[in-house]
């Protein structure tokens, strides 16, 4: 019924930066939030950034001052801009979403991940 698809994930040098898009599509009803999360390899997946429908963002500590959230005027689309990239920020990004389905009532999804990469 919802698919979250991802894009923008690559290979960069550290200090460099990348642009993540998700768009999420189907039978949406509204979206009460959409973001961030990673997982690094033997690491917990973690939240980057979420932003809710008002327009509310909660960031990580840890890309504080480094990445920001937005999305556009659908509200069905979240972007991450990543600037100033670090090593410690390879994993896979995964986009989240909260929703409500007509019919159905408030579900989650995530999309596949896409994989971003700052070699030492």
């Known amino acids: 019924q919802v698919q979250l698809v991802e894009s923008g994930g690559g290979l960069v040098q550290a200090g460099g930066s990348l642009r993540l898009s998700c768009v999420a599509s189907g039978s949406i009803f509204s979206i009460n939030a959409m973001g961030w999360y990673r997982q690094a390899p033997g690491k917990q997946r973690e939240l980057v950034a979420l932003i809710a429908d008002g327009g509310s963002t909660n960031f990580a500590d840890f890309v504080k001052g480094r990445f920001t959230v937005s999305r556009d005027n659908f509200k069905n689309t979240v972007y991450l801009q990543m600037n100033s990239l670090k090593p410690e920020d390879t994993a896979v990004y995964y986009c989240?979403?909260?929703?409500?389905?007509?019919?159905?009532?408030?579900?989650?999804?995530w999309g596949k991940g896409t994989l971003v990469t700052v070699p030492s």
């Open positions: 989240y979403a909260d929703v409500n389905i007509k019919f159905i009532g408030r579900m989650e999804y």
